[in-house]
T-cell receptor, first 117, second 111 residues
C-alpha cells in the first residue's frame, strides 16, 4: 500500500533556529500534500495544503512566513519552521493524496515531534 | 463552518464491544473516516464510509452513518487491549481532500 515517510521523527532545537521537516511519498506520486499540527491531547489542525509546483494554501491564522512549505517534486514536500519558539513545539503530521484521481483516502506520515527549548 | 465532535473518553472491558460516536454539522460532507492513533505515532486509517451508505462492516469494525442526524459511529467487536488508542473521526467534501477532524476519543481497554 501507499507509504508516506516523515523525517525527522523527533527533533529538539534551540529557540531562534529553523527546522526543516520532510514528507515523502515512497511508492506513489502526490500532487497534493497536507500539513497538520497536533498539540498534546488535542486534535489535528490543518495548517496548509501543499501543491506541487505552486504556492501552498495556508489556513486562516497560520503564518506563511513562519511555516515555509516547498513542494518541489511529486514525492517531496518540506515544512520549515523558521525562527522557532517554544510555542511552536508540537507534533507535525503530513498526509499525501495520490496523483491521478480515484484515490479515496489520504495516507498519513508517522509524524514529526518538534521540541523547541 | 465545519464542526466535528466526539466524546472524550471511553472505558471498556476486554472482550466487550466498544461504540465510539461522532457528530458533524456540515451536510455537504461526502466521506467520513475513522482513524486510530497510538501514543507518539501517526494516524492509521481504520475505515471510511461514503455519505450515501448507511453501514459498512470490516471484520471487527462496523461503521453506522445516520445522515439525517449527521451522526457517525464506530463499533469495535471483541475489543482487545491493543485497541487502546485515540480514535478520530474526520470528514471531507471530496475524495482525497483535506480532512476536518474531531477532537478524538481516548479508548481504554481494561483486562
Amino acid at each position: 500500500g501507499a507509504v508516506v515517510s516523515q523525517h525527522p521523527s523527533r527533533v529538539i532545537c534551540k529557540s531562534g533556529t529553523s527546522v526543516k521537516i520532510e514528507c515523502r511519498s515512497l511508492d506513489f506520486q502526490a500532487t497534493t500534500m497536507f500539513w497538520y499540527r497536533q498539540f498534546p491531547k488535542q486534535s489535528l489542525m490543518l495548517m496548509a495544503t501543499s501543491n506541487e509546483g505552486s504556492k501552498a494554501t495556508y489556513e486562516q491564522g497560520v503564518e506563511k512566513d513562519k511555516f515555509l512549505i516547498n513542494h518541489a517534486s511529486l514525492t517531496l514536500s518540506t515544512l520549515t519552521v523558521t525562527s522557532a519558539h517554544p510555542e511552536d513545539s508540537s507534533f507535525y503530521i503530513c498526509s499525501a493524496r495520490e496523483s491521478g484521481g480515484g484515490a479515496n483516502v489520504l495516507t498519513f506520515g508517522a509524524g514529526s515531534r518538534l521540541t523547541v527549548l | 463552518g465545519e464542526d466535528v465532535e466526539q466524546s472524550l473518553f471511553l472505558s471498556v472491558r476486554e472482550g466487550d464491544s466498544s461504540v465510539i460516536n461522532c457528530t458533524y454539522t456540515d451536510s455537504s460532507s461526502t466521506y467520513l473516516y475513522w482513524y486510530k492513533q497510538e501514543p507518539g505515532a501517526g494516524l492509521q486509517l481504520l475505515t471510511y464510509i461514503f455519505s450515501n451508505m448507511d453501514m459498512k462492516q470490516d471484520q471487527r469494525l462496523t461503521v453506522l452513518l445516520n445522515k439525517k442526524d449527521k451522526h457517525l459511529s464506530l463499533r469495535i467487536a471483541d475489543t482487545q487491549t491493543g485497541d487502546s488508542a485515540i480514535y478520530f473521526c474526520a470528514e471531507s467534501k471530496a475524495a482525497g481532500n483535506k480532512l476536518t477532524f474531531g477532537g478524538g476519543t481516548r479508548v481504554l481497554v481494561k483486562p
